[in-house]
């Protein structure tokens, strides 16, 4: 499987993005997903994952209550809806399929894969 995130861009504090992860070749419907993100200096940290049916999500605690993430299997693409950015949102964000050997709840970014390009969230203050 071949991931590419798309959606980004710039907006001011307080507003709303949806970010796109599509995703090419078979199976896309078996795996578990998530998205990270990295600010400049700084580590890539988790984001938040969903279930290969879409049913469980989890997140990160900075982003809980305004990020969803959710997919759509028939269009092979998982989705990040944003809302109420800060300006500490700001990052390339990325999507990644959970490996089959990682446990649910996983934040580790060992326990994901197949990463696709990212794409640049900048949020103005």
């Known amino acids: 499987v071949q991931l590419q995130a798309s959606g980004g861009g710039l907006v001011q504090a307080g507003g709303s993005l949806r970010l796109s992860c599509a995703a090419s070749g078979r199976q896309f419907n078996t795996y578990g997903l998530g998205w990270f993100r990295q600010a400049p200096g700084k580590e890539r940290e988790f984001v938040a994952a969903?279930?290969?049916?879409?049913?469980?999500?989890y997140y990160t605690d900075s982003v809980k209550g305004r990020f969803t993430i959710s997919r759509d299997n028939i269009k092979n693409t998982v989705y990040l809806q944003m809302n109420s950015l800060k300006p500490e949102d700001t990052a390339v964000y990325y999507c990644?399929?959970?490996?089959?050997?990682?446990?649910?709840?996983?934040?580790?970014?060992?326990?994901?894969?197949?990463w696709g390009q990212g794409t640049q969230l900048t949020v103005s203050s």
């Open positions: 990644a399929i959970m490996k089959v050997s990682a446990r649910w709840g996983t934040s580790r970014e060992t326990d994901f894969g197949s």
């Open positions: 969903i279930t290969w049916s879409g049913v469980s999500t």
